[in-house]
């Protein structure tokens, strides 16, 4: 009998051994993949590590943007644009789109475009100061800010049908404060008083009637003044 029971006590110790060697099987197993996930998290903790000394650089190229910006920012607020710029956001909200294009990239350049051709007609008045009438103003700038580093000028005389528009050339008047004088009108066509002007400018030509019906109200015509006239094909306004 008790050689049957240390037989059956032999026999659950072999199982028991088994179990114990399918866990040890196990571990080993876990061991294993325990390793492989601590390598992949040091190969994780490199790449975190990477990030975070590009995020160091980013952070850093940022900070100097930033210092960049503000100083953009402070030499912008050393101009009359910024300034007609805030006085429009405050006081004519209605016209700040407008007041926008008016600064927009197409808009410099179309007007620099249109000084660029007028530095060819500089031989033309060498002596001269000059008057100039633009019809369809605007706001007036940045064309005249153009205009007086090509020419000498007297007087410039803007014609506009819109009364705010010349409430906000009245705040580039004030910040740039301009050597020569500034006049401001409405209908150009009712006009009729004669007089003199070396160089007329139409920017937006395709608003109106021909400009050559007032030729009779120009003293010098048809030998001056130069017409120089501008367009698009915009015509809804």
């Keep these: 009998k008790n050689k049957n029971d240390i037989s059956l006590h032999n026999i659950e ?29 040091g190969s994780i903790r490199e790449i975190i590590g990477e990030h975070n000394t590009e995020i160091g650089s980013i952070r850093e190229t940022i900070g100097e943007h930033r210092e960049k910006i503000s100083i ?18 405050n006081n004519s909200p209605s016209y700040y789109k407008s007041f926008e294009d008016s600064v927009s990239q197409g808009q410099y350049e179309s007007k620099l475009w249109l000084s660029q051709e007028l530095i060819r007609l500089r031989p033309l008045f060498l002596l001269s100061v000059l ?56 209908d150009f066509f009712e006009r009729k ?12 030509s395709e608003h109106m009637v021909d400009i050559t019906l007032m030729k009779k109200y120009y003293k010098d015509y048809p030998t001056k003044p130069i017409l120089a006239i ?8």
């Design 72 to 89: 953009c920012e402070n030499d912008n607020r050393e101009t009359p644009y910024y300034w007609v710029n805030q006085w429009v956001k």
């Design 13 to 41: 110790i072999g199982s028991y051994n088994e179990d114990i060697g399918s866990i040890k099987e196990t571990i080993g197993e876990h061991k294993e993949k325990i390793g492989e996930l601590n390598t992949e998290i």
């Design 193 to 204: 008083e004669i007089r003199r002007r070396e160089l007329i400018i139409n920017t937006s």
């Design 131 to 186: 008057h100039i009438d633009i019809i369809g103003s605007w706001f007036g700038y940045p064309l005249i800010e153009m205009l007086s580093d090509i020419f000498k000028i007297k007087q410039v005389d803007l014609y506009d049908l819109d009364e705010n528009c010349h409430k906000i050339v009245a705040q580039y008047k004030n910040h740039f404060d301009e050597k020569f004088k500034i006049a401001q009108f409405g």
């Design 230 to 237: 501008q367009s698009n094909n915009y015509f809804e306004l």
